[in-house]
């Protein structure tokens, strides 16, 4: 009877799963800049990724990757004796979880040392090339799942300012700074009247993350201390305007300022003059999510892109996490 119990105990220990969630995000105001200590303004967006794990037998981990229809669009199997993965769909991705696995393991000593196995599922919620945090929202999870400090593991796996991880966690939007000290992270109430005149749009283009930053980094040694402090401004007027005009003011002013600094053309000028409203890139320019505000009915919006094939136009409050603020139950 005893012996009964304690094989009971021990399948459910091994049936037993964890789940971790990390949220998606958009950066609306301070890109670039605010890896030199500019104030942005970023919104967390309801849809993220959630981290299934559980305890397996054999002494590696089984992984496996789902798009938000299901299908799977990685695997591998990683060996918990050098964290290498030995079975894999996709050589990049194997080589960058292992390093991802292997940092974790370096800022706790204790993960993944009792050389037992696990099977972990990862579910994205947005199409993964969408650029809306599926590299965050993973590191922000398996920092969970090892108890370490999300931002550092970050830092050591990706670099970047880590906006991207106060957004996996936050309620809210917020308003990101970044020194050499420390992150300051303040939530603000940014519920407009006229976020139905605002809409995201994809450009079907994936930018990569590391390759915008360096950019910068090749440039940002011209930019002066005033240009981040008006930056931080940009950002705090941003998050805290009532009125569309004002908003879009705002908007334009910071392309203006993108373009001046750091020699990147703005998408508005040199692709999308005729459109009645304001365009600001969000992100690294080029690729990614557009904002297009503009005074006429989503009906336009949706039009005016989908005759220049852009089709996947989503209103603001059915990706942010202020949907509920606006559809309350």
């Known amino acids: ?16 799963i964890e789940t971790y969630y990390g949220k998606g995000k958009v950066l609306v ?25 559980k305890r397996g037998r054999g002494s590696d981990i089984k992984w496996k990757s789902f798009c938000p229809d299901g299908k799977e669009w990685f695997s591998g199997n990683c060996s918990l004796f050098d964290l290498k993965f030995e079975k894999f769909t996709d050589k990049t991705i194997a080589e960058k979880l292992s390093a991802i696995l292997y940092e974790a393991c370096r800022l706790n000593s204790d993960f993944l040392s009792q050389w037992y196995g696990f099977k972990v599922a990862t579910h994205l919620e947005f199409n ?4 809306l945090g599926s590299s965050s929202s993973l590191v922000y999870c398996i920092a969970q799942w090892a108890d370490v400090e999300p931002y550092e593991l970050y830092e050591r796996t990706f670099g970047g300012s880590g906006y991207d991880i106060a957004c996996a966690k936050a309620d809210g939007p917020l308003l990101f700074t970044r020194s050499e000290d420390e992150i300051n992270v303040s939530p603000v109430d940014f519920e407009p009247d ?23 980094g090749n440039l940002k040694k011209k930019v002066q201390r005033s240009v981040i402090e008006e930056v931080s401004s940009l950002s705090k007027l941003c998050a805290t305007t009532s009125q569309l005009d004002d908003f879009c003011k705002i908007l334009q002013q910071t392309e203006e300022l993108v373009e001046k600094e750091l020699k990147l053309p703005r998408i508005q000028k040199s692709e999308f003059q005729d459109f009645e409203g304001t365009i600001k890139s969000l992100g690294a320019w080029g690729g990614d999510f557009i904002l297009a505000a503009s005074l006429l009915p989503t009906d336009y919006v949706r039009q005016y892109f989908e005759k220049r094939n852009l089709k996947t136009v989503i209103p603001f409050s059915e990706l942010t996490s202020l949907e509920k603020a606006f559809h309350p139950a």
């Open 1 to 16: 009877m005893f012996f009964r119990y304690i094989c009971l105990i021990l399948h459910q220990n091994i049936a037993a």
């Open 29 to 53: 105001t301070g890109e670039y800049f605010v890896l030199d200590g500019a104030t942005a303004f970023a919104l967390p967006v309801n849809k993220g990724q959630r981290m299934e794990v």
């Open 128 to 131: 993964r090339n969408w650029g």
């Open 194 to 216: 006229f976020h139905n005149n605002l809409h995201f749009v994809y450009l079907g283009k994936k930018m990569n993350s590391r390759e915008a930053i360096a950019h910068f």
